[in-house]
């Protein structure tokens, strides 16, 4: 199975602890493995557990279908009776081969969509109900496992945190409804060093929904009610604060949020207004840009930079036949040109940028913010005139709207809590800035009343 993660014995025992807390075997229980595992640690954990509880060891089953694992395992596991099947935990006759277990324990694979073949993505889709946007294989096994819990049984899984906030865990929230999530334990990133994830256990009861205990990694703890609408978690998970709901967000008073552009090549495209040809400023196919990086350092979207740009303030591609000193200067590079990407596999025009700028949006007054930080900061950019480069977010607001009003909210401590509550959170712990995150802030009364009045 791809993805596969090896898991320590100690987190292992930790995970084991958990899945019998209050919840001890009995003679006849049955407990499911999906997957091995290198060294078959879970196995063991529960083996250690029972024998120092002086508990009967569940009947066990073990799904893996790495065959080299299963040989690797096999002769370490004489002390223990498990019936090892070499096949696919995700393959459709799993439930009914299978039947029910009261414990399930697992440390599923991390495979994001991206790396799936077309005919595993069309198996997937329609096979699972969680498997919606870009979804990652350890959702379908949540899914997978939820389906062979017996009631009253309980399923704890090690997994990353991700699956609480991101869309693609939208459909999967929803299913954790029907279930109790007991608890849901952030643990230190230190336990997986090799992998740029936030792994949390989380422990869910085959029972009537009820409340959830949340560990984070500061180890503070909470009791929380999660929403049951498969929206994010993120807010009562950390404990972010609330902002009264007026009935309108960031996207109502707004053209457009949004990355910056992306131009496959920008040590090309970009370059300091001095090193620009002064054909290509005076014919106007030279624009300031500002990346993220920037922002922090001149404290303001504001650079030398400028950055070559192939269309028009329509936000049309310019012909070949009419780039001018655009065009020449473009030759020189044409084979670097050709050899990006966006050319290679997307069939754009040589010339092209990496994706199509929005000009008539993009070229406006607007707030800009880069797309990961420490904590989320944000800068007026009143001219119009800067293009963003994809580290950066812009936000263009209404015309009805004033900009600097709007900026001195966003930079608010309330508005801030509420962004680091329900960002998706970068490995470095930095928050990432997305579109359909920020655009569900809620904006207080008089934003709200400004824009009422202007639609009167």
Request: hydrophobic letters at 35%; one cysteine or more; aromatic letters at 8%.
């Amino acid at each position: 199975m791809k993805g596969h993660v090896t898991t320590p014995s100690g987190l292992a025992d930790r995970m084991v602890a958990k899945l019998f807390a209050d919840h001890e075997p009995e003679s006849g229980d049955r407990i499911l493995f999906p997957g091995i595992g290198s060294n078959a640690p879970f196995i063991h954990a529960v083996k250690r557990w029972c024998d120092k509880h002086d508990a009967p060891m569940p009947e066990a089953v073990a799904v893996e279908l790495d065959p080299v694992r299963i040989d690797d395992v096999e002769e370490n596991l004489e002390d223990v009776d498990v019936d090892v099947q070499e096949r696919d935990f995700l393959e459709s006759s799993i439930p009914r081969d299978l039947g029910e277990f009261d414990y399930i324990i697992g440390n599923p694979p991390y495979v994001p969509v991206t790396q799936l073949n077309d005919g595993e993505k069309e198996q997937y889709g329609e096979e699972f109900d969680t498997a919606w946007r870009r979804f990652d294989l350890y959702i379908l096994f949540f899914e997978r496992g939820l389906e062979l819990l017996a009631d009253n049984g309980r399923l704890v899984y090690v997994t990353p945190e991700k699956f609480e906030y991101i869309s693609s865990g939208d459909a999967l929230r929803e299913l954790l409804t029907n279930y109790h999530v007991q608890e849901i334990n952030h643990i230190d990133q230190d336990w997986f060093p090799d992998l740029k994830v936030y792994p949390a256990i989380t422990v869910i009861d085959a029972t009537e929904s009820d409340r959830t205990h949340i560990v984070t990694r500061t180890n503070e703890e909470r009791t929380v009610s999660l929403p049951t609408d498969g929206s994010s978690w993120a807010a009562p998970i950390r404990g972010g604060i609330d902002i009264e709901d007026t009935g309108v967000t960031l996207s109502d008073i707004t053209v457009r949020i949004s990355a910056g552009l992306a131009t496959g090549r920008d040590s090309l495209f970009v370059s300091d207004k001095d090193d620009v040809a002064p054909q290509l400023i005076e014919e106007g196919w030279a624009y300031p840009t500002v990346s993220g990086k920037q922002l922090r350092t001149h404290d303001c979207p504001y650079t030398d930079d400028l950055i070559l740009c192939p269309y028009d303030e329509r936000g049309n591609l310019v012909s070949e036949n009419e780039l001018g000193a655009y065009g020449d200067w473009a030759e020189i590079h044409r084979e670097t040109l050709e050899e990006r990407s966006c050319v290679q596999k997307r069939n754009r025009p040589w010339y092209d940028w990496h994706n199509a700028p929005p000009m008539p949006e993009m070229l406006r007054p607007k707030i800009v913010c880069k797309d990961v930080a420490k904590e989320p900061e944000f800068w007026g950019e009143p001219e119009g005139t800067v293009i963003p480069r994809h580290s950066v977010y812009y936000i263009v607001p209404k015309s009805h709207i004033e900009l600097d009003n709007l900026l001195t909210y966003l930079n608010s401590e309330e508005a801030k809590k509420w962004i680091e509550a329900n960002a998706q959170k970068a490995y470095t712990d930095h928050v990432r800035i997305q579109s359909e995150m920020i655009e569900d802030l809620p904006i207080p009364k008089e934003f709200a009343e400004t824009m009422q009045t202007s639609l009167v």
